[in-house]
């Protein structure tokens, strides 16, 4: 149960180039600033770490770091941009993607990657401060309006929780459809993490190429080599053979798989990347509202990631969605919501977490 003590709308004309306290509760302490290239940004600081949410620009969890390890992939962007371009901003942790479209658009597509909402200027945002079930907490929201004559016309309102002593991001979005016709719609969260070699995966689907089904198809921006198309080839046939991250394998440029989810009897489906270390990171997330799954590894000698999704459709651009009837469609006046968790957990944590999937599933560890 959550009870909300205090709310603070946020401006961006409040954002310096000098950081300086916004509020504090317990050992928790919110600054805001603006990087150099004039986003606006909040760094919230609890007993395990921090995390860095833009509020005004695609309320993207920039980065996260907790109990001194940063989470979030590596790549060449260190820092947001003040800019619509995809590409130029794919540094963060966590973006919401959608909503009129999202994936890499395929020929018959005129949509910007992810789409729209990845990099929308939200019109309002807000801070909460309040108490629930894990103790004092912190909470980033806000609203943006998208309108477009003869297009979609819509509010999307997401959130992140952080609470004091606790190193998992809340995260919510909700959409409302504002048309007086139906609106289709189309929802990722693009959650990016860190591979570590010899890091494992550990999740609730059956590990078989009916319900890992890789990506054979690579987006128009990308030239993928001979010795990547063989490993696809064989990854097509034994998805299991990339559940421990072996430094050897090809993911350069990427690689992609769709998942089927299983979930709990709690309605939850799992996803872990087991370090060396034991600690995991993590995504919690509810298959009957995103109930498509995506895993994405990048290893070059730019950029390292690992991206546990998860969304409403899958990412090969609207058309071809549309054509595997992926998009979705909201009657006039009515709303999308999802929740899901992501972020970091401890050994101890992670112990408990692998023995709950492996027993939903009915297996033993991956060795």
Not at 86 to 107: E, R, Y
Not at 183 to 197: S, T, V, W
Not at 308 to 330: D, F, I, P, R, W
């Given at each position: 149960?959550?009870?909300?003590?205090?709310?603070?709308?946020?401006?961006?004309?409040?954002?310096?180039?000098?950081?300086?306290?916004?509020?504090?509760?317990?050992?928790?302490?919110?600054?805001?600033?603006?990087?150099?290239?004039?986003?606006?940004?909040?760094?919230?600081?609890?007993?395990?770490?921090?995390?860095?949410?833009?509020?005004?620009?695609?309320?993207?969890?920039?980065?996260?770091?907790?109990?001194?390890?940063?989470?979030?992939?590596?790549?060449?962007?260190t820092e947001p941009k003040d800019t619509q371009d995809?590409?130029?901003?794919?540094?963060?942790?966590?973006?919401?993607?959608?909503?009129s479209a999202m994936g890499s658009p395929g020929p018959?597509?005129?949509?910007?990657?992810?789409?729209?909402?990845?990099?929308?200027?939200?019109?309002?945002?807000?801070?909460?401060?309040?108490?629930?079930?894990?103790?004092?907490?912190?909470?980033?929201?806000?609203?943006?309006?998208?309108?477009?004559?003869?297009?979609?016309?819509?509010?999307?309102?997401?959130?992140?929780?952080?609470?004091?002593?606790?190193?998992?991001?809340?995260?919510?979005?909700?959409?409302?459809?504002?048309?007086?016709?139906?609106?289709?719609?189309?929802?990722?969260?693009?959650?990016?993490?860190?591979?570590?070699d010899q890091g494992e995966l550990v999740y609730s689907?059956?590990?078989?190429?009916?319900?890992?089904?890789?990506?054979?198809?690579?987006?128009?921006?990308?030239?993928?080599?001979?010795?990547?198309?063989?490993?696809?080839?064989?990854?097509?046939?034994?998805?299991?053979?990339?559940?421990?991250?072996?430094?050897?394998?090809?993911?350069?440029?990427?690689?992609?798989?769709?998942?089927?989810?299983?979930?709990?009897?709690?309605?939850?489906?799992?996803?872990?990347?087991?370090?060396?270390?034991?600690?995991?990171?993590?995504?919690?997330?509810?298959?009957?509202?995103?109930?498509?799954?995506?895993?994405?590894?990048?290893?070059?000698?730019?950029?390292?990631?690992?991206?546990?999704?998860?969304?409403?459709?899958?990412?090969?651009?609207?058309?071809?969605?549309?054509?595997?009837?992926?998009?979705?469609?909201?009657?006039?006046?009515?709303?999308?919501?999802?929740?899901?968790?992501?972020?970091?957990?401890?050994?101890?944590?992670?112990?408990?977490?692998?023995?709950?999937?492996?027993?939903?599933?009915?297996?033993?560890?991956?060795?």
């Amino acid at each position: 149960m959550r009870n909300v003590t205090a709310r603070i709308n946020l401006y961006s004309y409040q954002f310096k180039a000098d950081e300086k306290e916004i509020a504090s509760i317990g050992e928790m302490r919110v600054t805001g600033f603006r990087y150099q290239s004039g986003v606006a940004a909040l760094r919230i600081q609890n007993s395990r770490g921090e995390i860095i949410v833009l509020p005004f620009h695609g309320q993207k969890i920039w980065d996260a770091v907790f109990d001194g390890r940063r989470i979030k992939m590596q790549t060449a962007v260190t820092e947001p941009k003040d800019t619509q371009d995809f590409l130029l901003n794919m540094g963060g942790f966590l973006f919401h993607c959608g909503m009129s479209a999202m994936g890499s658009p395929g020929p018959e597509d005129d949509h910007p990657i992810h789409g729209e909402l990845v990099n929308a200027k939200y019109q309002k945002a807000w801070l909460e401060a309040g108490v629930d079930d894990e103790g004092n907490y912190f909470a980033v929201g806000g609203e943006y309006l998208h309108s477009a004559a003869f297009g979609n016309h819509y509010t999307a309102a997401p959130t992140v929780r952080l609470n004091e002593n606790g190193s998992l991001l809340h995260v919510t979005m909700r959409v409302r459809n504002l048309n007086r016709t139906p609106m289709e719609y189309m929802y990722l969260a693009h959650i990016n993490f860190m591979p570590i070699d010899q890091g494992e995966l550990v999740y609730s689907a059956k590990y078989d190429a009916d319900h890992v089904k890789i990506r054979s198809s690579f987006p128009s921006h990308m030239q993928p080599t001979t010795k990547l198309k063989h490993f696809v080839d064989n990854l097509a046939m034994d998805p299991q053979i990339h559940h421990i991250i072996k430094p050897e394998f090809t993911f350069d440029p990427e690689i992609v798989f769709m998942i089927e989810f299983e979930k709990d009897m709690e309605g939850w489906a799992h996803a872990l990347f087991v370090n060396p270390d034991g600690s995991a990171d993590y995504v919690r997330h509810k298959p009957e509202q995103l109930d498509h799954g995506v895993r994405w590894i990048c290893r070059t000698p730019n950029q390292q990631a690992l991206g546990m999704e998860v969304g409403t459709a899958g990412v090969e651009g609207y058309s071809v969605e549309k054509a595997k009837g992926n998009v979705k469609t909201l009657a006039p006046g009515s709303e999308f919501f999802c929740e899901y968790i992501a972020g970091y957990v401890d050994k101890a944590k992670t112990e408990q977490l692998k023995e709950r999937i492996n027993s939903q599933m009915g297996r033993q560890s991956y060795q």
